[in-house]
């Protein structure tokens, strides 16, 4: 499979009155085309940072970003990107203009773009539009506040595809939305994909939302990536005690007596000027004196899962490679 985005450790730091905040530190990935990857942390862990960074509305303070096999990280004409990556934000009232309609919201970005010839060009194309999200006609002179959330994200989404783009970031696009309309949702960009090929990011703070929607999950915790693997191995062999306890997170329709849930406990580490050593010691069970002294690297524990801990061979009862090995007869 080719690949269409491939991050390389990628930084982006800010600086705050405090010291340099580190909001994504070291990240690498890469997101084969057609694919999607979600990436899933609490509030504050990089993960929409990361998004608004591989489509350049955040300049990278370090590493590589390559599109395409194209390195698009100081890449000056960004309009141009604007055609091949979108976004679709969180909460789709707040990214909506209430002063324009349907109509005018989704035929923005045709104009300004200019790929249409002719105004009624722009009127079919915004029509076709609504049609493949599921917007019926009689919305099309209907301003934000006038339709539901359900609805107003369907617009969001028919102004990422109105210029028909190869990638997009969906910045949490579900979770201003009730859990009926969360579905319908989730299906229509699954739909979207089948039919069109696109490829997606997918940025969430729930597991449980992008079990069924990603090809690959990747688990970021104070800008750093913890876990990272097929999505049916996470779930299967979860092997950081941070992914371990968002999976504990995911409400259950029945309760179940015999369920072990890892409570979290202990303050969040700060991302300004962070020391030296796992940022998630201070909240693991697990911690032990190297965690506060080495920050543990992205390594492969199982085939194509990636983990960073120092102690999740110990904890899964993983095996290293080398002690895998027959000892030779002496
Ligand atoms: Fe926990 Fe240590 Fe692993 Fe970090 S490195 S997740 S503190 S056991």
């Not at 955040?58 to 194209?70: M, V, W």
């Not at 190869?166 to 949490?172: G, L, N, R, S, T």
Request: aromatic letters at 6%.
């Amino acid at each position: 499979m080719e690949k269409l985005i491939e991050v390389r450790d990628l930084k982006k730091y800010f600086k705050t009155p405090h010291g340099m905040l580190h909001a994504v530190d070291g990240v690498s990935f890469s997101i084969e085309k057609g694919h999607t990857l979600g990436v899933v942390g609490e509030s504050g862990c990089g993960k929409s940072t990361l998004g608004r960074l591989i489509i350049r509305l955040l300049d990278a303070t370090d590493g590589t970003i390559l599109f395409n096999g194209e390195d698009i990280t100081r890449i000056k004409q960004v309009k141009k990107l604007r055609r091949q990556m979108q976004i679709i934000f969180q909460d789709p009232y707040a990214s909506l203009n209430p002063r324009m309609s349907v109509r005018e919201t989704i035929a923005e970005p045709l104009t300004i773009h200019g790929v249409c010839r002719s105004h009624k060009e722009v009127e079919d194309r915004v029509a076709q539009l609504m049609e493949t999200v599921g917007l019926a006609e009689r919305f099309a002179d209907s301003y934000p506040h006038e339709l539901d959330g359900g609805r107003r994200q369907r617009i969001g989404i028919a102004r990422a595809l109105a210029l028909e783009p190869e990638f997009i970031v969906c910045d949490e696009p579900v979770s201003a939305l009730d859990v009926s309309i969360q579905a319908q949702i989730l299906n229509l960009m699954q739909d979207l994909q089948e039919q069109k090929g696109y490829t997606y990011m997918f940025i969430t703070h729930d597991l449980s939302v992008v079990k069924h929607i990603s090809n690959d999950i990747m688990v970021m915790y104070l800008g750093m990536v913890v876990e990272k693997s097929e999505t049916d191995e996470l779930f299967e062999n979860t092997l950081h005690p941070y992914t371990k306890a968002l999976l504990a997170a995911i409400p259950e329709p029945e309760i179940r007596r015999d369920r072990k849930r890892t409570l979290l406990t202990g303050e969040i580490t700060s991302p300004v000027d962070p020391a030296p050593g796992c940022r998630f010691a201070a909240r693991c069970p697990y911690a032990k004196e190297q965690c506060w002294k080495e920050t543990p690297a992205l390594e492969e524990m199982l085939p194509k899962h990636f983990v960073a801990c120092h102690f999740a061979r110990e904890i899964n009862g993983i095996m290293k490679e080398t002690e895998n090995e027959e000892k030779p007869a002496i």
